[in-house]
């Protein structure tokens, strides 16, 4: 048996046969991370002390019999690094909060911990969720599993290269502008943003508040759904949060309307990707779907839409990370002379160039003068951005889009050219601004002279609706 190559309803059906046991589920994943992890680096923090204890809890309710095993339980899984696990270290992949200590679980942590989940570690991430290719982390850069020459995609992706390099079963991530479907496209593996709301929040460092969503990464679309069901629900630690019943209804792909919105078809888009996202397509079609064109007016205002709102809500934010209140501090340095410079000399030296580029941005956009002609317009626009979704949502039953427009580029390729880097979210971002799910899926591989790469397309449901999106992505993964 390969437990790496088993998915999670398989693994829980040996645990219970008792042909393995969670420890020795958790011991393979940890020396598997201790002998190959130094080639990808997708962890941070290795919590193996925690994982040991978690798994001899798991095996103990399977030995005693009369308590059922939820299906994550005794799985092992890892954890972005910026989402809170009581007294491990969360840094956020921040030189200003690398000796931080978590004094509690984040909800989403609390429930896997509940449900016997075994948590090996915390991932490597762009610094506070600022970037596309995890080059931005303060500690080192994460290579990616399928060609290490290459990004794993970002802001999580140490989650997807630990999943797609079988260092775990599942991971989770944060999605504030595609954070989980950009790296889980660059990585070949399969990643959920939920809806605004269908998890809590409640543990997770903020970058955007009104944006950012906590989901998984698994190798397929069922263990994703898995991982979902058991995280998602209200939480009364996150107003925002709520609970939701979703229709029992199979989904007939005969009667499955799949939009297509034009707009994402535009030139600038890598020729390989636009090949294997027209040739999913055509594959639905040949299911039985329905292909509508669709329209997304507004599509080109949604990257300075998204970073007007992001910035400026990182800017309020990320003012707690000060010296006094969290983080590293200056307040002994002498060239310090009041508490003002305790402020600017521990955010100066803390904070990563990313970082502070878009603090200035979000502080820039929020000051009088300003608010108006970009901030409150940005939000217009966003309601704009919704609308069109509820539009495009009325005419199909999903929408299928790319989601990158290039493929994993090379370490180092866009670090230079902060505008270059933003457009790798260009088919994510418009998600996250209209509050609406997306599941992330391998479309398809493309076979290059250094080896082959996968290509990533997007499912994208009305809110709630994240059962559709399952259902049509395992319908796609059983041909594909």
């Given amino acids: 048996m390969e437990p790496d190559k088993l998915s999670i309803r398989q693994l829980h059906q040996e645990l219970i046969d008792k042909k393995i046991s969670a420890a020795e ?70 030189k200003i909060l690398e000796s931080y200590t978590a004094p509690y679980d984040a909800t989403v942590v609390k429930k896997l911990k509940d449900q016997g989940a075994v948590i090996l570690g915390k991932t ?125 209804e199979e989904l007939n792909l005969k009667n499955l309307r799949i939009g297509v919105p034009k707009e994402y078809f535009v030139s600038g888009m890598d020729k390989d990707v636009e090949k ?10 040949k299911m039985g779907a329905k292909i509508v064109e669709v329209s997304l007016p507004h599509t080109e205002y949604a990257l300075p839409c998204y970073y007007i709102i992001a910035t400026a809500e990182a800017s309020a934010n990320l003012a707690r990370y000060d010296g006094i209140k969290y983080g590293s501090s200056e307040v002994n340095n002498p060239e310090v002379k009041d508490l003002l410079g305790v402020y600017i000399k521990s955010r100066e030296k803390y904070f990563g160039s990313e970082v502070k580029r878009r603090i200035m941005l979000g502080t820039y956009v929020l000051s009088s003068g300003y608010y108006d002609a970009y901030y409150k317009r940005a939000q217009k626009v966003r309601t704009l951005i919704k609308n069109d979704f509820e539009k495009a949502l009325s005419q199909a039953d999903i929408l299928l889009t790319p989601v990158s427009p290039t493929l994993p580029f090379k370490i180092g390729e866009k670090m230079d050219d902060p505008l270059s880097m933003y457009l790798s979210d260009i088919y994510t971002i418009s998600v996250n601004l209209a509050g609406v799910g997306a599941l992330s899926l391998p479309a398809g591989w493309v076979d290059l002279p250094s080896g082959r790469l996968p290509v990533g397309m997007q499912l994208i449901a009305k809110p709630f609706e994240e059962k559709k999106m399952f259902q049509a992505a395992a319908a796609f993964e059983k041909i594909n």
């Avoid at 605004?196 to 944006?211: E, I, K, N, W």
């Fill in 276 to 285: 294997t996202i027209k040739s999913a397509i055509e594959k639905y079609e």
């Fill in 124 to 248: 490597n991430m762009d610094e506070f969720a600022m970037g596309s290719s995890t080059e931005n982390s303060a500690f080192f850069v994460t290579r990616n599993p399928r060609d290490t020459s290459r990004v794993p995609g970002g802001s999580s992706g140490g989650s997807a290269a630990a999943v797609a390099a079988d260092f775990c079963k599942f991971s989770l991530g944060s999605d504030t502008g595609g954070s989980i479907r950009q790296p889980a496209s660059f990585c070949g593996v399969a990643g959920l943003k939920p809806t605004y709301g269908a998890v809590s929040r409640y543990g997770v460092m903020a970058f955007a508040s009104s944006l950012d969503q906590i989901g998984p990464f698994a190798k397929n679309s069922e263990d994703c759904q898995v991982v979902f069901d058991a995280i998602k629900g209200r939480d009364p630690l996150d107003s925002t949060s709520l609970d939701t019943v979703e229709s029992q």
């Fill in 25 to 94: 589920l958790a011991k393979f994943f940890l020396d598997k991370i201790k002998k190959e992890d130094s080639k990808i680096r997708s962890f941070i923090t290795i919590t193996e002390e925690l994982a040991l204890k978690q798994a001899k809890m798991a095996d103990e309710i399977i030995a005693k019999g009369n308590e059922e095993l939820p299906l994550v339980g005794g799985i092992p899984c890892a954890i972005k690094d910026n989402i809170l696990i009581d007294g491990i270290r969360c840094t956020s992949a921040s």
